[in-house]
C-alpha cells in the first residue's frame, strides 16, 4: 500500500492541493494524510488550517487529517528539526503514530528549503517528493543551498499560473521541472468556498484593500505598515472609490484598523473591516470588486490572472529599498508585481490595467534578480543577468538592484575598481555627510 503524505500550513495551499487531487496530478494512492501545520509565531493563539472555514470542503480528499504541531509538540515547526542521529528513530514513531507499517511514503511539501518542510522530508528518507507552491515564491531562487539528499529526490514542482509564461527558478539547480496546476480546476475549487464565512458583509463593487502583516517579517515597522495601509484607502478614494472594504491580515493586531478607520471619516469614505479569516477569492466571488489593492500579496496575482479583476500596487519600491539582505526570498514576488502591476497613484496605469512590462522583459529581469540573490547555487544564470544589466539598467530598473551587490559579483553597473574605495573612505562619508546637511539648510 502506498501513503501519500501531503504537508499544508495555508488554506490557499489545501486549495492548490485540492485543485492538484483532482486533476490527476497525483498518482492514485491506498492513502492519503494531510498533515497540516500551524507555523504562526503564537500559533497557540492563532487559529490553524483546519479551522479556517471552508476547510471541510477540501477535507473530503484526504483521507486523514494529522496535526504537525501536536506531533512535535512543545516545539515551534518553524524551529525544529531532527538531529541526524534521532532520524530513524522519529520515522519509526510516526510510522506508528500515524499507521503507516512498512508502506511505501510519497511526500508533498511546500517551501522545502525551511522547517517544516524540510524536517519531514529528512524523517523519510528516501521517499519521493513532490514541492507545490501556492505563491509567488516559487519564480524566485531556492533561498539555501539544499542537501543533495534532499534536493535530489524532488520530482516536480507544482504551481499556479499566476504570471502567464514565466518559469519558476526553484529548485531548477537540481533540474527539477515545473507543472502547472490547471487553472480551471484551481477556480473550480475556490467556487466551492463561495458561501463560507457566514457573517461577511454584503458590499457589492468595493475597493478591496489587502493586508498582509509585513512588521512581523521585520520588513516594516508598525507605523509604516499602518501608513501603508492609509495610502491604500487614499489613493482608492483619489480614484473614485467610495466603498472601501479592508481584509486585515489574520495575524495582525486589531488596532491597526483604528487609524485607517479615522482616516475613512476624514475622506467620507464607507469603510468595512473584515473580522472573518475567509481567502481573498472567496471575496473575489461574493463582492465582485471594482478595484483589488495590495503590496506584493498572491492574493493580487489570482485576482489578476485567475478572475480578472483590476488590481493595482502600493509601497513595492519602499519595500525593494527596505527588504536585507538582498537574497532576502520576498524580494523576487516583491519584483515581479512592482514590475507587473499598476501603480495605484498612476490614475491611467490603473484605469487602462497597463502591464509594466512584456512577458520576455520580466523573464529577463527575474533571472538577473534570482542571479544576483544566489549566484553560488545559479551560476548559470550569470550570462542573462549580464545582458539585462547591460541593456536595460536605467533609473528605473535601478530599483531591482543594489550597487553594492553588483559591484561584489563584478556586473554591469557595478563602481568601477579604481573608485571602489570611495565607499569606505572615512573622509569622503564626512564630506558627503557635510554636502547633504548643506543642501538640506538651504532647502528650507
Not at 165 to 187: C, N, R
Request: hydrophobic residues 40%.
Amino acid at each position: 500500500m502506498t501513503t501519500q503524505i501531503f504537508l499544508a500550513s495555508t488554506l490557499y495551499g489545501t486549495a492548490t492541493l485540492a485543485a492538484a487531487l483532482d486533476s490527476d496530478c497525483f498518482a492514485p494512492a491506498d492513502r492519503r494524510i494531510l498533515l497540516v501545520c500551524n507555523n504562526t509565531a503564537t500559533p497557540e493563539t492563532t487559529p490553524g488550517v483546519d479551522e479556517m472555514p471552508g476547510f471541510e470542503r477540501l477535507r473530503e480528499r484526504f483521507d486523514d487529517v494529522v496535526s504537525w504541531n501536536e506531533t512535535i509538540s512543545p516545539f515551534h515547526p518553524g524551529g525544529w528539526a531532527p538531529r541526524l542521529d534521532d532520524v530513524p528513530i522519529w520515522e519509526r514513531h510516526l510510522r506508528l503514530a500515524w499507521e503507516l507499517g512498512d508502506d511505501p511514503v510519497e511526500l508533498a511539501v511546500e517551501s522545502i528549503q525551511v522547517n517544516p518542510a524540510l524536517g519531514v522530508t529528512q524523517i523519510f528518507t528516501g521517499a519521493p517528493v513532490t514541492v507545490y507552491a501556492d505563491g509567488l515564491m516559487s519564480y524566485g531562487p531556492t533561498r539555501n543551498k539544499i542537501d543533495p539528499l534532499v534536493g535530489t529526490r524532488v520530482d516536480r514542482l507544482l504551481h499556479l499560473d499566476l504570471v502567464p509564461g514565466l518559469q519558476p527558478l526553484l529548485l531548477t539547480e537540481f533540474g527539477v521541472k515545473s507543472e502547472i496546476v490547471p487553472t480551471d480546476a484551481f477556480v473550480k475549487v475556490l467556487a466551492e468556498l463561495v458561501d463560507t464565512g457566514d457573517s461577511l458583509p454584503v458590499v457589492d463593487e468595493p475597493a478591496l484593500l489587502l493586508g498582509q502583516y509585513l512588521s512581523a517579517l521585520g520588513i516594516l515597522t508598525p507605523e509604516q505598515e499602518e501608513d501603508l495601509h492609509v495610502r491604500m484607502l487614499k489613493g482608492a478614494v483619489e480614484l473614485g472609490h467610495t466603498r472601501v472594504v479592508f481584509k486585515p491580515h489574520p495575524s495582525a493586531p486589531a488596532r491597526w484598523t483604528r487609524g485607517l478607520e479615522k482616516e475613512a471619516e476624514k475622506l467620507g469614505a464607507d469603510l468595512t473591516v473584515l473580522d472573518t479569516p475567509v481567502l481573498a477569492e472567496v471575496l473575489y466571488q461574493r463582492m465582485r470588486p471594482a478595484l483589488v489593492v495590495g503590496c506584493f500579496s498572491t492574493a493580487l496575482l489570482t485576482a489578476y490572472a485567475l478572475y480578472g479583476l483590476p488590481v493595482a500596487r502600493v509601497g513595492t519600491a519602499t519595500l525593494l529599498d527596505r527588504l536585507t539582505p538582498y537574497e532576502n526570498s520576498n524580494r523576487v514576488p516583491v519584483t515581479v508585481v512592482d514590475a507587473l502591476l499598476p501603480d495605484l497613484t498612476d490614475r491611467t496605469a490603473v484605469t487602462g490595467q497597463r502591464r509594466g512590462t512584456d512577458e520576455q522583459g520580466l523573464t529577463d529581469l527575474v533571472r538577473a534578480v534570482g542571479y544576483a540573490m544566489q549566484p553560488k547555487i545559479y551560476p548559470d544564470l550569470r550570462p542573462a543577468a549580464e545582458a539585462y544589466l547591460t541593456k536595460h539598467l536605467n533609473t528605473h530598473t535601478w530599483r531591482y538592484f543594489k550597487r553594492k551587490r553588483l559591484t561584489s559579483l563584478a556586473l554591469p553597473g557595478a563602481v568601477p575598481a579604481q573608485l571602489a574605495f570611495l565607499p569606505r573612505n572615512a573622509t569622503v562619508r564626512r564630506v558627503a555627510r557635510r554636502a547633504r546637511s548643506l543642501k538640506k539648510a538651504v532647502g528650507r
